[in-house]
């Protein structure tokens, strides 16, 4: 069932059958429907997806952050052993920042304007230990200088609007890394910057995981950066996770169509006329989804298969070359066969 | 900041300075002599121009405005015809009366919205009688409250008293120090002079209280409302805050900001006194005083209460400038800092 079968090493986070529903006026979306996921202490998990796959909604369902007319409606969220789900705001209080750190898309909107950046991260120390004010302000400026912000002792008392794009996400990295928790999530934490920013903070990361073990989950768009960052990839699509395998065999010999749709559709350079791939058609909508793959309507393979169309896809797991594979893919087996013929390494 | 703060009291001053000259010559188009009413219809010419000597309208009109400004400032705020009292010592029993209670339906309004507001957010229960609540606040004739609230707290349940002014008639003022009875009882340590005086502001402030508390509570729940939508929310959740801790340390400040302007407004429309529920409760205020000046052509009562009123509200916006640029440091800094 997932890659950790294999493994005796119990994970810290494990996310099963997990499901979040909002309910809106035109019908109930599910944004995640049933959902596993495995994170182990000190690894690099990306989770990849057009927008609107369920992404964000993953991330803040793990923490209990999801909002009315939004809600978790079934599953496990298993952290450290422990059980998350029915979610009980005191328990999550104390996960939060604590056990589990988020960072969010955006940090031009996710710090408080009005307050300055020591405060801001102040308050995550302080939220789960008895620091004083003083305190809070010196470990935040300690914090300022591990993240890469220079002349943190004057700038810890500036505003977020004195802050660029890609000092306000080192700011939020120092908020995610104050109390030390075992897993980061970041939510798309270079959508909104620069190319610079982008690579600076990815570094950041990088140095985090390596020097405090801490496991990091990188939601995001760009293959790119789940190529040079992760370890070992979930692919979502329309609340799923439709393959999930070991970074370098995702590259390499991707099984379920969407995922080979999803790196074709990578821009790189093409000849002169030639037009960039890109998938036909759109994701579904999560409020009108019914029975078959939601990938068929856009699938080459699918499109026109019955079974595709009326059955849910099976699900297929099997040991590739660098660790376990799985898709839920009617054709995951044909094609995972075929690979293995190519040989490993060769490019599908 | 001290930039910030100069700025803003010398653009304050320009527009006292405007209201001053609006005032005056206001005074002076309306139809009617002044002086005609003091000496009366049957009183010679030579009375009429002596009179009118005696009050300087014979001057040119640059002369007579630079006296009015010049007295106002001293402290000379002319004589009043029409109650036979200096116009000074007049207000100066009136103003603070109307703004006792102005201040008071002023924290009833805005207490209200706020802790309403807040707990607007918590249950869909509460969210609709707040929403229809505030309805009602802003469809309620003031003086047909009044008679409802003194029907059913003071004439039926006996809870509070009955349109008597500011104290029950066997209670003596306080020294007057402030011109507030409660904050002058509570000062000289007349505590039974300080509860009469409360119950009494209570009916009147809530009447006063209502409308604008209707305004306040919609514009902050919704601002609330777009407040907890902001990242930034999430973000502080994120950190492990409790829900109603986030609502109070960021929501809260952040809602507040584009509520502070309109509030300064309600609070110095509060401060101007209320002629209608003045007239209901008998509280002797200014409201009744302008409306009576008005009709007796007392121009002199008339431009003081204009350039007093400008000044209590123009010192009420400044303020919120001020605040404004201390609770937000987007305002505060917007100049002059290193990013």
């Not at chain 2, 729940?221 to 973000?235: C, G, I, K, Q, Y």
């Amino acid at each position: 069932m997932s890659h950790l079968v294999s493994n005796s090493e119990s994970p810290l986070l494990q996310v099963r059958s997990l499901k979040t529903e909002f309910s809106t006026p035109s019908g109930t979306v599910h944004a995640v429907r049933g959902v596993d996921l495995d994170v182990r202490g000190g690894e690099r998990v990306g989770i990849v997806g057009e927008s609107g796959s369920g992404k964000t909604a993953l991330a803040l369902s793990i923490l209990g952050l999801i909002d009315p007319p939004g809600r978790v409606v079934s599953g496990s969220i298993c952290l450290k052993g422990r059980e998350l789900w029915p979610f009980d705001e005191r328990r999550l209080n104390e996960v939060r920042g604590k056990e589990i750190a988020l960072v969010f898309q955006d940090p031009m909107t996710a710090l408080d304007p009005i307050q300055t950046i020591g405060r801001q991260i102040g308050e995550a120390l302080r939220s789960h230990s008895s620091m004083s004010r003083r305190k809070a302000r010196q470990s935040a400026i300690g914090l300022m200088q591990e993240v890469g912000i220079s002349s943190a002792a004057r700038r810890v008392d500036n505003y977020p609007h004195q802050y660029s794009g890609g000092m306000r996400q080192r700011v939020m990295i120092a908020v995610a890394l104050a109390n030390q928790p075992d897993l980061i999530i970041a939510d798309e934490p270079t959508t909104a910057l620069d190319v610079t920013s982008q690579a600076q903070i990815l570094d950041l990361l990088t140095q985090i995981c390596r020097d405090r073990g801490t496991a990091i989950v990188l939601i995001t768009h760009n293959l790119g950066i789940v190529a040079g960052f992760c370890d070992y990839v979930f692919v979502m699509y329309a609340g799923r996770i439709v393959e999930h395998s070991p970074v370098r065999e995702l590259f390499a010999h991707p099984v379920h169509p969407y995922t080979e749709a999803l790196l074709r559709s990578v821009p790189r350079s093409v000849a002169e006329g030639e037009s960039l791939y890109s998938i036909p058609g759109s994701p579904p909508d999560l409020a009108r989804l019914g029975r078959g793959c939601p990938f068929a309507p856009r699938c080459d393979r699918g499109r026109n298969e019955p079974r595709c169309a009326n059955e849910d896809p099976a699900t297929f797991e099997a040991m590739s070359t660098y660790g376990p594979v799985m898709a839920e893919c009617n054709f995951a087996e044909e094609r995972f066969a075929l690979v293995a013929q190519q040989g490993p390494g060769h490019p599908s | 900041m001290i930039r910030f703060a100069t700025g803003k009291i010398a653009s304050s001053l320009v527009t006292v300075l405007g209201a001053s000259i609006i005032a005056f010559i206001v005074m002076r188009v309306l139809p009617g002599s002044p002086v005609r009413l003091i000496v009366g219809a049957l009183a010679s010419q030579a009375e009429v121009n002596n009179t009118q000597r005696a009050l300087g309208l014979d001057q040119s009109v640059p002369v007579q405005y630079w006296d009015y400004i010049s007295n106002f400032v001293r402290g000379d705020w002319g004589f009043s015809y029409s109650v036979g009292e200096p116009v000074r010592s007049l207000l100066a029993t009136r103003f603070p009366a109307s703004l006792e209670l102005g201040c008071c339906a002023f924290l009833f309004a805005f207490g209200g919205a706020i802790v309403l507001a807040i707990l607007s957010l918590t249950s869909a229960w509460v969210e609709r009688f707040v929403r229809s609540f505030a309805f009602l606040g802003l469809g309620t004739p003031v003086f047909w409250l009044a008679l409802i609230l003194l029907v059913v707290f003071s004439q039926s349940l006996h809870l509070l008293p009955g349109p008597e002014g500011r104290l029950s008639l066997n209670v003596q003022p306080p020294p007057k120090i402030t011109g507030f009875y409660t904050i002058d009882s509570l000062v000289t340590g007349r505590f039974g002079t300080l509860w009469n005086a409360i119950e009494h502001l209570i009916l009147p402030a809530l009447c006063l209280a209502f409308a604008p508390f209707s305004f306040l509570v919609r514009l902050l729940r919704s601002n609330l409302l777009d407040v907890t939508r902001e990242p930034f929310m999430a973000v502080a959740r994120s950190k492990g805050v409790s829900r109603s801790l986030v609502i109070l340390r960021h929501g809260l400040p952040n809602a507040f900001l584009p509520t502070l302007t309109a509030s300064a407004l309600v609070f110095a429309e509060l401060l101007a006194g209320s002629v209608l529920v003045e007239t209901v409760f008998d509280w002797p205020g200014v409201g009744a005083l302008v409306v009576q000046s008005l009709e007796n052509k007392d121009y002199v009562v008339m431009q003081t209460f204009i350039l007093l009123s400008a000044i209590v509200y123009v010192t009420v916006n400044l303020i919120v400038d001020l605040l404004y640029g201390a609770i937000d440091p987007r305002i505060r800094l917007a100049r002059g800092t290193p990013p």
